[in-house]
């Protein structure tokens, strides 16, 4: 009883803005105690997704060469800094230029700011690539991975597929599209796939762990109250925030 606790519930039970979420407990791990509680909230969705992108699907080995695409952004920034935990010998990402220094400063080794050169003509064979923009870039990414590499795409287009064709044939249209495109890809010599995170308390522990050891830092971008819930949506659809937005659910 009692026990702080973080947890990233199923899409089923996200639980959003709730104060309280009855959820299965081995989707949960104990608080890292060096993290405040936003500090700490800010992590599990966003971890998760990069360890699922990067060391599950991509098979992270020390010494290999990452691309992640918006590296300022909340799994970005995640990315690069496990990225370079776990021993990636370059860690390059995409950023505008007011954040080349925060990227930078996150562990990347390479930053392209994307204002001034296009990604796939500057970055060429690296081992393992995180799409977190999808569209065009899922198949520019993909030029920018060598044979053998993983891409690991995080959007799936699920939206724009059932804005454009409506919630049915939406649906199976865009899941037609990741299938093809995993399909292409192993056609090419190369793995790519689209992936959801998943939630599980045992590796969010190990995700405590290192953020307790301060080889995981959490990036708030800002922190609103519930009571400005909208103004903070509005916010994270600008598509600008550094890191993570937060809200606080009870004073
Ligand atoms: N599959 C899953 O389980 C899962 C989980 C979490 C998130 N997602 C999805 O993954 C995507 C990324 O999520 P997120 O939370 O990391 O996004 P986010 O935090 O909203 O991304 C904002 C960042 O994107 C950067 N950005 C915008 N346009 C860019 C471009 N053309 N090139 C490079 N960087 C660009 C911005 O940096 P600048 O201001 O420097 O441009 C900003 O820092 C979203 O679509 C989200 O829905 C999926």
Redesign the pocket.
């Known amino acids: 009883m009692g026990d702080e606790v973080v947890s990233s519930p199923t899409h089923r039970r996200q639980g959003c803005y709730a104060e309280y979420v009855a959820i299965d407990e081995a989707m949960v791990a104990h608080k890292a105690p060096r993290l405040t509680h936003q500090e700490a909230a800010s992590l599990p ?2 971890a998760l ?1 990069a360890w699922e992108a990067l060391i599950k699907f991509g098979r992270l080995e020390p010494g290999q060469r990452v691309f992640v ?2 590296g ?5 920034s995640v990315a690069i800094q496990l990225a370079r935990h776990f021993g990636a010998s370059e860690v390059a990402a ?3 230029t ?2 080349v220094e925060l990227v930078e400063s996150l562990g990347a080794t390479r930053v392209v700011d ?1 204002t001034k050169h296009e990604y796939d003509e500057v970055l060429s064979d690296y081992d393992i690539v995180l799409d ?3 569209g065009e870039h899922k198949e520019r990414a993909f030029a920018v991975l060598k044979q053998g590499g993983a891409l690991a795409s ?2 799936a287009g699920i939206p724009t597929a059932t804005e454009k064709y409506g919630p049915n044939l939406g649906v199976l249209v865009a899941g037609w599209q990741m299938l093809s495109f995993s399909v292409r890809a192993r056609f090419k010599g190369k793995r790519a796939a689209n ?3 998943k939630c599980d308390g045992e590796l969010l522990g190990r995700i405590m762990n290192l953020a307790e050891d301060g080889n995981l830092n959490p990036l708030i971008d800002r922190v609103f109250p519930l009571e400005q819930i909208a103004e903070a949506h509005r916010y ?1 659809e600008t ?4 890191g993570k937005i937060v809200i606080q659910v009870r004073r």
Do not use: F
Request: aromatic share 4%; with cysteine.
């Open positions: 969705l966003v997704t695409q918006a300022a952004g909340g799994v970005g995409t950023c505008s007011r954040n994307y977190a923009l999808g995080i959007v992936l959801v995170k994270a598509g600008r925030a550094r």
